[in-house]
Nanobody
Framework: QVQVVESGGGLVQPGGSLRLSCTAS????????MKWYRQAPGEEREFVAF????????NYADFAKGRFTISRDNAKNMVFLQMNDLKPEDTAVYYC?????????WGKGTLVTVSS
């Protein structure tokens, strides 16, 4: 069964850091580009970061540049999102994503709350 499972969310104070993880199974992870998205309450889901299959290329939404870092470990079938200098507006459910045969796959997400 193809699936991705996010973890690592939680409550953090403004200026703090979190590292999100996404564990993949049921497909050949090393062959696929991976993405992180997020969805804040009452908002549309939005792109956060992207990494190519072997991790040589990344790109980020403007709000993530300089604060977030996407990485992956193909030996462990995992992709990560290191988030630093978190702001209250980063509060959202964060989702891992990939596309296979034009079908997007999503996990259930992990909630990040940035609040003092």
């Amino acid at each position: 069964q193809v699936q991705v499972v996010e973890s690592g969310g939680g409550l953090v104070q403004p200026g703090g850091s979190l590292r999100l993880s996404c564990t993949a199974s049921g497909f050949t992870f090393k062959n696929f580009d991976m993405k992180w998205y997020r969805q804040a309450p009452g908002e549309e889901r939005e792109f956060v970061a992207f990494i190519t299959d072997v991790g040589l290329t990344t790109n980020y939404a403007d709000f993530a540049k300089g604060r977030f870092t996407i990485s992956r470990d193909n030996a462990k079938n995992m992709v990560f999102l290191q988030m630093n200098d978190l702001k209250p507006e980063d509060t959202a459910v964060y989702y891992c994503n990939f596309t296979q045969y034009r079908r997007p796959y999503w996990g259930k997400g992990t909630l990040v709350t940035v609040s003092s």
